[in-house]
């Protein structure tokens, strides 16, 4: 049989190409999850509301009663995710006739509005986002729904070995991995690069909690997600 002769669209034309690769918007992700992270554990009462696995081992630090540990902080924040992942199948189921970058670009969005939400409460009341304070509940709960969110399109959108709230498997795959003559070992600078975007946005993160306060790394989350849901392409 002939091969076909229907033209393949080039690259440059397809819409889906546009914009920046979704490698380059995770490893970015990465960051912001480290920043949120900084925020959550030094301003919001010792909890992770993007890293969930540390928030369970947290959980299991304040149920055997270990001091400056809060059930009640870390609950909310696993709450606030498992909503947020359920929310996002919801949203995928709604929008799975769309294309790759208009999904990804759609969760962006919803972050951005999530995350800037958090940011407007937190300088609106800069003197009430404690610990135990109603505020910090609400700020815990906004930040680990909009992470929930994102990690459920993340997986979805099913880029390899970018995550952008956990680094466990990525790491161990950049180490445990050969180097050479193996297709994964491609995948080593992307690996690298995620535990480096997570370990500088944690660092921001922290500075800018330590000398500012909660609101303003998370205006910076907010703008970040905001700008990548208008760049954001379909490609890897």
């Known amino acids: 049989m002939p091969?076909?002769?229907?033209?393949?669209p080039a690259r440059g034309l397809d819409p889906e190409a546009r914009g920046v690769p979704l490698v380059a918007v995770f490893l970015v992700l990465t960051a912001?999850?480290?920043?949120?992270?900084?925020?959550?554990?030094?301003?919001?009462?010792?909890?992770?509301?993007?890293?969930?696995?540390?928030?369970?081992?947290?959980?299991g630090f304040a149920a055997a009663g270990a001091p400056g540990f809060s059930a009640g902080h870390t609950a909310t924040s696993l709450a606030g995710f498992l909503l947020g992942a359920a929310a996002s199948g919801r949203v995928a189921a709604w929008h799975r006739t769309e294309s790759r970058r208009a999904r990804a670009r759609l969760t962006l969005a919803l972050e951005a509005v999530l995350t800037g939400g958090a940011a407007a409460l937190a300088f609106a009341r800069p003197h009430a986002t404690g610990p135990g304070s109603g505020t910090g509940y609400a700020l815990i709960a906004l930040t680990a729904f909009a992470m929930g969110l994102r990690s459920a399109a993340v997986r979805r959108l099913g880029v390899a070995d970018l995550n952008t709230t956990v680094l466990t498997m990525t790491l161990t795959g950049l180490f445990s991995e050969p180097r050479?003559?193996?297709?994964?070992?491609?995948?080593?600078?992307?690996?690298?690069?995620?535990?480096?975007?997570?370990?500088?946005?944690?660092?921001?993160?922290?500075?800018?909690?330590?000398?500012?306060?909660?609101?303003?790394?998370?205006?910076?989350?907010?703008?970040t997600a905001a700008v990548l849901a208008v760049v954001t392409s379909g490609h890897d």
Do not use: E, K, Q
């Open 32 to 59: 912001v999850s480290g920043l949120i992270d900084a925020v959550s554990f030094l301003g919001l009462g010792r909890v992770f509301t993007a890293n969930m696995t540390g928030n369970v081992v947290v959980l």
């Open 3 to 8: 091969p076909s002769t229907t033209p393949t």
């Open 180 to 223: 050479l003559g193996d297709s994964t070992s491609r995948r080593s600078p992307r690996r690298a690069g995620a535990g480096l975007a997570m370990l500088a946005g944690a660092c921001l993160g922290a500075w800018l909690v330590l000398h500012h306060g909660p609101a303003l790394p998370l205006l910076v989350a907010a703008a």
